[in-house]
């Protein structure tokens, strides 16, 4: 008997740690710095007023080569998307090669795109901010990921817990 009570007060810890996580998701923001006309706090529910992509599966794969794991479905936004609603503060477009734009963590990690790579390239259609993976809401890597899936190693690029996006500019 008691082992069966064990099994259940372990049951009930786990689902109500997990329900403080998804609670704590639901208020998580990113916030839009730097080089933006309109700085912005972000939620999930302020997401959901821009285009929604989805996707997968895809292959998060290490520098070694190796597939970590796979995400088979997500949704999100464009990256590309969310700086078009900030608006880049460019006095001079022709400077447009000397943005980048950082995308960071909690934990400090980074990711960092020329500005040009988000606007000119296939990588601006491919670099999404996921708060959906394998139809479920993200909790375990934060409410927010970046991903870019037409990286090679997708790992790289691949920011849990983000929690900021800066534009910046080469001096």
Known sequence: MSSRCSALLSVFFVLVS?????????SAQIKMTGLVKHPLSLTIDSLGHLPLKAGGPINIVGSSGQVRRVITSFRGVLLRDLLDRV??????????????????????????????????????????????????????????????????????????WLNQIEVRKVE
Do not use: C, W
Request: a negative charge.
């Open 18 to 26: 997990h329900s403080s996580l998804f609670a704590q998701n639901q």
């Open 87 to 160: 608006g880049i503060d460019m006095a001079n477009p022709k400077e447009k090669g000397k943005y980048y734009v950082i995308a960071r963590a909690t934990d400090g990690y980074t990711a960092v795109f020329a500005y040009n790579e988000l606007l000119n390239n296939p990588t601006g259609q491919q670099t999404f901010i996921l708060f959906e993976e394998n139809g479920k809401p993200i909790v375990d890597d934060g409410a927010f990921v970046l991903l870019t899936v037409n990286d090679t190693v997708t790992g790289a690029r691949h920011v849990k």
